[in-house]
């Protein structure tokens, strides 16, 4: 009866078939598609060569175009493989400076400039004839912001952050970052922010692992040093007589009592219930601190930037406090609330925040530990430590994944990634290669915003440029994908759960699909297709 | 003449050969367009824009592979936008009544043609039938205006939409099982 129903529909349907000569007849769209025509070959003779288009004169652009270690990483990383650079010979550090335009230097132990990469091609417009070699580092970077704000990528009645990472052995990091942002101040003339990132060469780094892994291996969030975009606040306006801005990095004795000893192991805190007046980033000037607990989400907001946290219940409460001091972040934590069953497992949590002023990172929760004050001093950090010598705690980051799982990090702040090689197992029996069927994208992150309403575009077939290369930065934010295609053969190499899997192509990339029920999660709400549709070697037996 | 020929003499600025190949593909553009959109202006501009974007990018076009796909997909992205435009704007209408202006036009469509086949169907469950059509997704919706309104075989739809045979079928299969939980179990022909 039900293929009766059916067929009776197409049956119907074919009745509505038009005759398509209806569609020929003449209408005014004919000639102005010919007029259409005829304007774009006369602009292309007029411009030809085609100049590609300036991409960034937009500075609102500009400060979302921030992009994250992640993206410097893998770039370095792959510029590293490819040979543009390399690492042997007397080099000391790579330093990314991205404003887009955006480069890398790779330093010498002089901390001489030996070879500059573009990270895009409005670096490549700007730099143009100029040679940075020999040039001390510090001076070429000076030299590249100087050019930028002739260009315009860079105005001081616009809110611009330059970002600069460098990856080296040395201790001299702070002192880099000093003299860069003295030497920003003295070719503007005025104020920017300068965000400061830290790699380290060999170890630990996903510079260092990437070496041993396949090109987009580096681009594993799990294993780079920090997993999230950021976008800074507006700086305040330039004046001629403003002292440099502060960094990005925090001090304990501007919130916390001078006999909290944060760092020594004890988590001090202090305790606020809405609203905390403190200056926390240590520009001479107070910062305004608000937390607003919700049922599902809760916002904290810090001199009128919002920062989401995405836990169930909380009390209206929050804690500042300095668990490392030699690091740049702070760390603001939140707790559920204690009352049973609210919370999860009938046990408050308290949720562990990093901050480092602009970037806001769940780096786990603790297990009863309460507010009252009465664990303050009984709590040891030491007392979470695994075998690695790292903290363990659980955590249910949407940075990460939609299950509770053990995180593991380190208080000196060094390596506060989540570590993939710790929680997604290789697989315990070997599983068939997959072939395609269908284009399919492989995410460099595992991160389930990818699967919300803002990003149907990558999902959707008929808008996703998905003939176009095979590394795609779609988001312009540093979110990798990779992109495979049919008949393309696809090896599972890890899971996560019972529903990521990072597949690798036979080229060596690997990124992650998620799968739940057989639906491929994006491509299920968008295409309405299900795993069987992009995987020809799948089947429902029954 | 093949869509290479016209395409590279295009690009030599020929007026007469943009011509050729505009009027070789308008009854599949255009016919699109008018089916999804169901608006002739919208329709029309939708057209003329898709065109203008393609010949932007006549340069990246390359040889070899299928120009009708290739404008089609054009074609189909210029028609989301202005459908996701279109939806912006008229949010809050009542759904209702924008569903009679669709059949209304479709019914237009139907009346300005020849053949007179889809009389056979009674115009009650002709406005039933192509209500259940449009409240499809549109992902769904595409494969079923190609598949029954334009009467395009499986491997033409799933050249022009770049997706293989069997997803095709598979789509369509879903897309009529929407359709029949739409209409209601007692709904027959």
């Known amino acids: 009866m039900y293929n009766i129903k059916i067929n009776k529909i197409e049956d119907a349907l074919k009745k509505l078939t038009l005759d398509s000569s209806i569609f020929e007849k003449d209408s005014p769209a004919d000639e102005l598609v010919l007029n259409s025509y005829k304007e774009v070959i006369m602009d292309i003779e007029m411009d030809a060569p085609t100049k590609q288009p300036k991409q960034q004169k937009n500075y609102k652009a500009a400060l979302i175009a921030v992009a994250s270690v992640l993206a410097v990483a893998v770039v370095v990383a792959v510029l590293a493989i490819t040979g543009v650079f390399s690492p042997a010979g007397g080099t000391a550090a790579y330093v990314a400076l991205e404003i887009n335009p955006s480069i890398v230097l790779e330093v010498d132990n002089d901390e001489n400039v030996k070879s500059v990469a573009f990270m895009s091609d409005d670096a490549a417009d700007i730099l143009k004839g100029v040679d940075l070699t020999g040039t001390n580092s510090v001076n070429a970077i000076g030299t590249v912001v100087a050019l930028a704000a002739r260009e315009g990528y860079i105005d001081p009645d616009s809110g611009v952050t330059i970002t600069l990472t460098r990856f080296s052995n040395t201790n001299d990091k702070e002192a880099f970052f000093e003299a860069v942002r003295a030497k920003i101040n003295e070719v503007l003339g005025y104020d920017v922010r300068v965000k400061t990132q830290v790699g380290n060469l060999n170890e630990g780094s996903a510079f260092a692992k990437f070496k041993n892994e396949a090109p987009m291996a580096a681009a594993d969030p799990l294993e780079t040093l920090a997993p999230s975009v950021t976008i800074m606040p507006t700086p305040p306006p330039p004046s001629p007589t403003a002292a440099p801005l502060p960094s990005p990095s925090v001090s304990p004795t501007a919130v916390l009592p001078a006999a909290d000893s944060a760092g020594s192991g004890d988590v001090m805190f202090d305790i606020y219930d809405t609203t905390a007046v403190a200056d926390i980033d240590n520009d001479g000037s107070d910062d305004v601190i608000s937390f607003a607990a919700g049922t599902s989400s809760s916002t904290l907001t810090v001199d009128g930037v919002d920062y989401t946290i995405n836990q169930y219940k909380l009390a209206q409460k929050f804690a500042i406090t300095d668990v490392d001091i030699s690091d740049g972040w702070l760390e603001i934590a939140f707790c559920d609330i204690d009352d049973p069953p609210e919370h999860d497992l009938d046990r408050p949590y308290t949720h562990y925040y990093w901050w480092d002023g602009s970037t806001f990172i769940h780096c786990g929760s603790f297990w009863e530990m309460g507010w009252d004050g009465a664990e303050r001093a009984g709590f040891d950090a030491n007392d979470h430590m695994d075998g690695h010598g790292m903290i363990m705690s659980v955590d249910r980051s949407p940075n990460f994944t939609d299950v509770w799982y053990m995180a593991h990090w380190e208080l000196n702040g060094a390596n506060r990634q989540k570590k993939e090689d710790l929680y997604a197992a290789p697989l315990l029996h070997s599983t068939p290669d997959l072939t395609l069927e269908m284009p399919c994208l492989l995410l460099e992150n595992i991160n389930l915003s990818y699967f919300d309403a803002g990003h149907s575009a990558w999902w959707d077939h008929a808008s996703w440029p998905h003939v176009n290369g095979r590394v795609v930065d779609p988001g312009g934010t540093g979110d990798f994908i990779i992109i495979a295609q049919p008949p393309e053969t696809l090896e599972v190499i890890k899971v996560y759960g019972k529903r990521w899997f990072k597949l690798r192509t036979h080229d060596g990339y690997s990124g992650w699909i998620r799968v739940v029920d057989f639906k491929m999660s994006g491509y299920d709400d968008v295409m309405y297709i299900d795993v069987w549709d992009i995987f020809e070697d799948v089947f429902v037996a029954g | ?189």
């Open chain 2, 1 to 189: 003449m093949c869509d290479e020929t016209y395409i590279a003499k295009m690009l030599d600025g020929d007026i007469y050969a943009a011509n050729k190949l505009i009027k070789k593909h308008k009854r599949d553009l255009m016919g699109f367009c008018k089916t999804k959109l169901l608006d002739t202006g919208l329709a029309e501009d939708c057209y003329q824009i898709a065109w203008e974007k393609a010949f932007k990018k006549l340069h990246t076009y390359k040889p070899g592979s299928d120009f009708k796909s290739w404008i089609f997909k054009i074609c189909q992205n210029t028609i989301y936008d202005e459908l996701r435009r279109g939806r912006a704007k008229t949010r809050g209408e009542d759904p209702a009544s924008k569903l009679q202006l669709n059949v209304q036009y479709y019914e237009e469509l139907l009346a300005s043609q020849k053949t007179t086949e889809q009389l056979t169907l009674e115009k009650e469950l002709r406005a039933e039938l192509l209500g259940a059509v449009f409240m499809l997704p549109d992902k769904l919706k595409d494969i079923v205006i190609l598949r029954f309104f334009h009467g395009k075989k499986f491997g033409e739809i799933s050249s022009l939409l770049g997706i293989s045979d069997s997803t095709t079928k598979y789509k369509l299969n879903k897309a009529i099982i929407l359709m029949k939980k739409e209409l209601g179990d007692d709904w027959y022909v």
